[in-house]
């Protein structure tokens, strides 16, 4: 038999691969605070997720890919722009009334696949500002927002559930909104006469743990002061329907152009308030029963696919924006009602956190057709690459130089190369950057509370000594080995302060 090079092998498997499934259309459903110990087939407990699993089943599953940022904004930055978002000034958890924080000169993710040919739509949550300089105009045309950067439609959810304006926003536009009725948000002082948290605390049906006690919304106070806008208001019950619905009639509307779908869904985020139908049926109170509403979430979408005929030619992706969380303002017990559910998956930290639970998140990948079915990656892969390496599989040839930091791991989505990435960066919340090379992690020394100090009970991963993990033999980040082996900080220290100069 001849002896084919294995290299060679995989190549021309990719490439037939490729050229079979040429511009397929893309789903990827971006999820909000999920960890990566949630889902049953990573290992999750506490809760079933069979149409999760279904695509692992049927897919990729990858158990070393990290979002860019232990929270949802610099996440979500790094997705559509391909950049780390510390590069970014000001790219934090964003306050609802956020300008936006994407230059709609620079490069992104859905404008480099609409220069491929599809037609790109994002329905669910934002949280990446809206508006120029001075935030939204609520009353008016909302712009520059997902329409400038690339985006064809947008059906969002501004900000995130527990901030203020509760009401979708249509493309440029606040959908229902009653002129007569005009939106007045503030994130500074309370305006208008609806009741706050902090001054009517009986009238809530959620109390808040931790802030969250602004205007109240649908018996829930929020972040930030609201007023007006009555009939636009959501129903916090029917939002991942709306969401679904939106989605639906997004990918029902194609007519054999490809298109990217950007489903960005509010579960798992708090305030946690599942539909009638996942009420109680978890066990573990809210925060489970929104793990099920998820689930829903997918398998919607996955039987839209089917219905539509579409499986045999989308891409679906489906991972989260940072780790979990689990009291996040809100007493929604999902503390008390943990059991022996471990959302991070046993990683050290959680949401906001330096340590891994903050950014090692689930991602799994379905291709059409098959391909890899079943199969677990351990190949290092971060969020930021989605933009050149979806541009390689959609044929756009010069990607712009602004794009910095995304690598083209085609290879490694397609299951066809399992190292992956030689290095990445981790962004926690309140300070420290991590270093990843190889199976070595470098958390910069920085002066801090130890806990986040409003009460989720998470690591922040402040030390004011180096820290140095070997995540290979100590993926729970234990054994710090910073003063055994000083050239190696040295190393990964002077390689991420150059990373930085970029
Ligand atoms: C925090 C909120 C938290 C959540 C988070 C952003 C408080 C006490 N906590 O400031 O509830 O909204 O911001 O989460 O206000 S993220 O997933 O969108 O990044
Ligand atoms: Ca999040």
Known sequence: ???????????????????????????????????????????????????????????????????????????????????????????????????????????????????????????????????????????????????????????????????????????????????????????????????????????????????????????????????????????????????????????????????????????IHVPRVANKMFQGKSGMGPRGDVILQLDWTVEQIMETLKSQNLLDNTIVVFSSDNGPVLDDGYEDQARELIGDHKPTGGMRGGKYSAYDGGTKVPLIIRWPNGKAKGTVSNALFSQVDFLRSFAHLTRVEKVPDDVIDSQNRLDVLLGDDEVGRTSLVQESYLGPLSYVENSWKYIEPLDGPTLVPWGPIIETGFQKQPQLYNLKEDPEEQKNLAEQFPEKVKDLRGKLTNLKKD
């Open 1 to 267: 038999m001849g002896c084919k090079n294995k290299n060679e092998e995989k190549l021309n498997t990719s490439s037939a691969y490729e050229r079979e499934v040429r511009k397929p259309n893309i789903v990827f459903i971006y999820t909000d605070d999920l960890g990566f110990g949630d889902i049953s087939s990573y290992g999750g407990t506490g809760v079933g997720t069979p149409a999760i699993d279904g695509l692992a089943e049927e897919g990729i599953a990858f158990h070393n890919a990290y979002a860019t940022a232990a929270t949802c904004t610099p996440s979500r930055y790094s997705l559509l722009t391909g950049n780390y978002a510390w590069r970014r000034e000001g790219a934090s958890v964003a306050k609802g009334d956020q300008g936006l924080l994407i230059d709609t000169s620079s490069t992104t993710l859905p404008a480099v696949l609409r220069i491929a040919g599809y037609r790109t739509g994002i329905v669910g949550k934002w949280h990446l500002g809206l508006g120029g300089e001075d935030g939204p105009d609520w009353n008016g045309k909302i712009a520059p927002g997902p329409l400038e950067i690339g985006f064809d439609y947008s059906y969002l959810i501004p900000a995130t559930g527990d901030r203020v304006p509760c009401v979708f926003v249509e493309n440029h536009h606040i959908v229902n909104l009653d002129p007569n009725d005009p939106v007045q948000i503030n994130y500074q002082e309370k305006i208008g006469d609806w009741p706050t948290g902090k001054e009517t605390p009986e009238l809530l049906t959620l109390k808040p743990s931790q802030g969250h006690n602004n205007t109240i919304v649908n018996g829930i106070s929020r972040i930030g002061y609201m007023v007006g806008g009555k009939a636009a208001l959501w129903d916090d019950e029917t939002v991942p329907m709306e969401l679904v619905d939106k989605s639906q009639k997004f990918i029902k509307s194609t007519s054999g152009q490809p298109f990217f779908l950007l489903l960005s869904t509010h579960d």
